[in-house]
């Protein structure tokens, strides 16, 4: 990084504005509390905030830690109990690896979470950001957790735009920065920075360049204000219609693509629902098999739609069983390959 192309990064004036406008009404944010639970909350908001938004994520966090206060509560717990705590919030795997980790720590490791990098990210679904995540927001180690939204920030303020990456030179140089700063500064911690930098992403720099409130814009010595975001200006996608509501659904309900499930003996067969009028699939197909299965299922998003021959819309989803017990005939995959309907 070329110090007279790239100016420092405004560190105080990031933590100036986080001061008065960060969103410290988080509930994991709560740093008042005693410290072997403070972990266990940071870990577990990171996870559930991986993929999901904040707004949504508050409701579930406060119903888990009301019910599993410690991460010796939730690694007792068993799918079924935790899966109510948790339904909605999707990535269903990410429910069962949320209790395997609870398990390692608290029966493992004694409840005590690794401080190193690689440690950490040998733990079920923990990767390289939420590892540093953990770093910085209890060991207060000097880390930035780099996920879209620093490289949002940090793009924007150096190139002027997200969508030119930041190096990893420069995220090394940014990193070197930051660690003069934090000892310049000993009452900011990591903590501070890397909510600081969240918080900016989410409600300074928005997505939507037009939305930017440029004339209070607080970096004002970087490349993003100086162009005033026109690098980022793309041309819209256009979107093809596709008539959802008159759509009929198929759904391919399986158990991690190894095992497929139907209701016809003879040869393996998807489940169809008739046209459901609407534009919410995944609502109305858990409706359907809750209602006539008494199962719950996790939808992903539809894999095809397109228009048969005799231009019928059709639409093809795959799912999975998240609680109940089904009573369907169990095909393999070979099986499944072998099925006459077309995705």
Request: a positive charge; charged letters at 25%.
């Amino acid at each position: 990084m070329e110090p007279e192309k790239f100016p420092i990064f405004p560190w105080k004036i990031l933590i100036h504005w986080h001061k008065k406008s960060g969103r410290d009404y988080l509930p994991w944010r709560d740093y008042s509390i005693q410290e072997n639970e403070l972990i266990y909350r940071v870990w577990l908001s990171e996870i559930l905030l991986q993929q999901t938004q904040v707004n949504r994520v508050i409701e579930f966090y406060n119903r888990m830690i009301h019910r599993f206060p410690t991460i010796h509560h939730l690694a007792k717990a068993s799918y079924d109990e935790f899966f109510p705590y948790y339904d909605g919030l999707g990535y269903y795997s990410r429910a069962r690896n949320l209790l395997k980790t609870a398990w390692i720590i608290s029966q493992k490791r004694n409840g005590i979470f690794p401080k190193d990098s690689k440690e950490l990210m040998s733990l079920p679904w923990i990767g390289s950001y939420t590892a540093e995540a953990i770093r910085s927001f209890w060991f207060c180690i000097p880390t930035l957790a780099w996920d879209t939204n620093l490289e949002k920030v940090f793009s924007r303020f150096y190139h002027g735009t997200k969508y030119i990456r930041i190096s990893q030179s420069e995220k090394e140089e940014i990193q070197k920065d930051l660690f003069l700063y934090l000892t310049n500064n000993p009452h900011i911690t990591s903590r501070n920075i890397n909510s600081a930098l969240m918080d900016f992403a989410n409600e300074v720099d928005l997505k939507n360049t037009s939305q930017i409130q440029w004339d209070t814009y607080l970096f004002q010595d970087g490349e993003f204000f100086r162009t005033q975001g026109k690098k980022e200006v793309q041309e819209e996608k256009k979107k093809l219609f596709f008539p959802i509501p008159d759509a009929e659904i198929i759904i391919v309900l399986h158990e991690n693509h190894k095992t497929y499930y139907s209701e016809n003996k003879d040869k393996y067969a998807p489940f169809i629902i008739s046209p459901i009028g609407h534009r919410d699939i995944r609502w109305a197909i858990k409706k359907y098999f809750q209602e006539k299965y008494n199962l719950t299922l996790s939808i992903r998003p539809p894999k095809r739609q397109w228009l048969k021959n005799d231009e019928k819309p059709t639409i093809l989803c795959f799912a999975q069983i998240q609680a109940g017990h089904q009573n369907f005939i169990s095909y393999e995959r070979t099986q499944f390959k072998k099925h006459n309907f077309e995705y």
